[in-house]
């Protein structure tokens, strides 16, 4: 995020909405963005999605992980540079996506919201992903938020590159280990009590 917003050549969908919505409350660039991540976790609640450690920790830790970094990352000057910032943007997002949606450990909001969508829908996520940025990129230029050729190139890819990263990067589910012969076998689960909801998977 930090690397896009230096590269001055267009922020992702969700920072121009992020950027729209700053300009609108006069609030820092990072408060906003852990504002918003609470506000998309009310819009789990219909999906049943489970927010967990990944979950939490995405909502505290973006918006004070970019105002630090802004502190200390210069601005590229030569062209190559804005661009070179841009693109290692644009794959580091999908690469830090991939790796902690797959971590298992509950998603941040915003991917949560994709991958209940990606649940609840049958569709691909890339066509998801790629959905809910142009949405939050119209909403946030109408705020007021800036647009540019890293918005395009963010908007076009993240889909993709999420779709691509995000089984390389999944930690597999542990299996039960086999019962050796003469050894008492796991406990059964309790049953569930009658009306009680099925737990849905965490993203």
Do not use: C, K
């Not at 995405?58 to 990352?73: E, F, H, K, T, Y």
């Amino acid at each position: 995020m930090a690397l896009m917003i230096r590269a001055e050549l267009g922020l992702d969908p969700w920072d121009v909405f992020h950027q729209g919505l700053a300009e609108r409350t006069g609030w820092s660039f990072g408060v906003v963005t852990i504002v918003v991540g609470a506000a998309v976790l009310l819009l789990w609640w219909p999906m049943r999605q489970r927010p967990g450690l990944g979950t939490v920790s995405n909502v505290l830790v973006i918006g004070i992980a970019v105002d630090a970094s802004l502190r200390w990352l210069p601005a590229p000057d030569p062209f190559g540079w804005q661009l070179a910032f841009l693109v290692f943007g644009v794959v580091l997002n999908a690469v830090a996506g991939g790796a902690y949606i797959g971590a298992r450990l509950g998603p941040g909001p915003r991917d949560g919201l994709m991958t209940g969508l990606v649940r609840i829908t049958g569709r691909s996520v890339r066509l998801i992903r790629t959905g809910i940025e142009v949405t939050v990129l119209v909403v946030g230029f109408v705020l007021g938020g800036s647009l540019g050729l890293g918005t395009v190139l963010y908007a076009l890819t993240i889909g993709p590159l999420v779709q691509v990263f995000l089984p390389l990067l999944t930690v597999p589910e542990r299996r039960a280990e086999p019962v050796a012969a003469g050894e008492p076998g796991p406990v059964a689960p309790v049953a569930e009590q009658p009306g009680t909801p099925a737990p849905a998977p965490a993203g």
